[in-house]
């Protein structure tokens, strides 16, 4: 059997916005191949950290792969705005979307990959009959854009949703991968991977944790993603 992979996905938000350069430049350097790039409308969450002519300069300077994940209410605006520029994933949320698998099928005949995204509250049931359609599912454990306030605590069924959704995946015999963003800490890592976790949104809590190098809290990060796939095999 193939083990499992965990994808760690930086992201950017937690970088050093004013050298955004060398904060790829670091990323790359610790053999990271994944971006989380958040685009935030204003309107779908208050805040606005990057802007659609940022994100095409960043492309201009790397090949890692853009993890793009859109808080907006204009889906179809930002999608083609990002499939223009070439990123390898697009993730949008149901809750603002009327036309699902028309975003859906936009972003797979561009070749990048389809991602829907859930804010916490959001049932499971909403991903009946598009989750064959997707290639991964972004579940939010705080409320979307708000991350930057202290106050906001991951929510306390966090676990146990990424658990219901990987039971959802397996039920269907899909490979569905299960992306988790907001709280996602050195603390929470082993539960969320343990649940079924694919794809870890790195942040402020985890791999740019201050007062340790990338390097330093990336080994934490790997040893915390294999305390989880330990507790996956032990409950096989």
């Not at 760690?8 to 790359?28: A, F, Q, V």
């Not at 859109?70 to 179809?76: A, D, R, V």
Request: charged fraction near 25%; proline fraction near 3%.
């Amino acid at each position: 059997m193939q083990k499992e992979t965990i994808t760690i996905s930086p992201s950017i938000m937690s970088s050093d916005l004013l050298n955004l350069e060398k904060s790829i430049r670091d990323i790359e350097q610790e053999g990271i191949d994944t971006l989380h790039v958040d685009i935030i409308d204003g309107a779908f969450s208050p805040s606005m950290p990057l802007g659609i002519d940022t994100v095409k300069q960043l492309r201009k300077i790397t090949d890692i792969n853009f993890d793009v994940h859109l808080m907006t209410n204009n889906n179809e605006f930002f999608i083609q705005e990002m499939i223009d520029i070439g990123v390898e994933q697009i993730s949008f949320h149901l809750e603002t979307s009327v036309h699902v698998d028309r975003y859906i099928n936009l972003i797979r005949k561009s070749g990048a990959k389809v991602g829907v995204a859930l804010t916490p509250s959001t049932p499971l049931s909403s991903l009946e009959y598009i989750l064959p359609q997707v290639d991964t599912v972004l579940l939010m454990l705080i409320n979307p854009g708000f991350a930057t306030d202290k106050n906001e605590n991951q929510v306390a069924y966090a676990v146990q949703k990424v658990n219901d959704l990987k039971k959802l995946i397996e039920k269907h015999g899909l490979n569905t991968r299960i992306e988790v963003d907001g709280r996602v800490s050195l603390e929470t890592i082993p539960g969320l991977v343990g649940a079924g976790a694919d794809i870890l949104v790195a942040g402020s809590t985890s791999l740019f944790i201050k007062g340790r190098s990338l390097a330093e809290n990336k080994v934490i990060m790997e040893e915390k993603m294999n305390e989880g796939l330990s507790q996956r095999e032990e409950v096989k």
